[in-house]
């Protein structure tokens, strides 16, 4: 049983970066992928990076380029680097992960969401 509890989230301008994060209850070694999903009203839920115990990367499309995901197994934690942020970021960012992959379907464990507003 794995607790995840995301934090990090605020108001940024455009153009501004962001990290957030995401705490384990238990070692993120036993699971083989973690990433975080994002949630606006009115829009599907996506997957916007995900992370393998074997550094393997993926991105949405839309933010290729301009977030970074990975895993600190010391530390229990994943992190989401934000760079040129755009309006159209603007979720609750969720923290995901399973011991199985998740880019095909979400993994079992959801942290409860942290608020990321991209506005000037």
């Known amino acids: 049983q794995v607790q995840l509890v995301e934090s990090g989230g605020g108001l940024v301008q455009p153009g501004g970066s962001l990290r957030v994060s995401c705490a384990a209850s238990?070692?993120?070694?036993?699971?083989?992928?973690m990433g975080w999903y994002r949630q606006t009203p009115g829009k599907q839920r996506e997957l916007v990076a995900a992370?393998?115990?074997?550094?393997?990367?993926n991105y949405a499309d839309s933010v290729k380029g301009r977030f970074s995901i990975s895993r600190d197994n010391d530390k229990n934690t994943v992190y989401l680097q934000m760079n040129s942020l755009k309006p159209e970021d603007t979720a609750v960012y969720y923290c995901?992960?399973?011991?199985?992959?998740?880019?095909?379907?979400?993994?079992?464990?959801w942290g409860q969401g942290t608020r990321v507003t991209v506005s000037s």
């Open positions: 995901n992960g399973d011991y199985r992959a998740i880019v095909v379907s979400p993994g079992r464990y």
């Open positions: 238990g070692s993120i070694a036993s699971l083989y992928a």
């Open positions: 992370i393998t115990r074997g550094g393997t990367t």
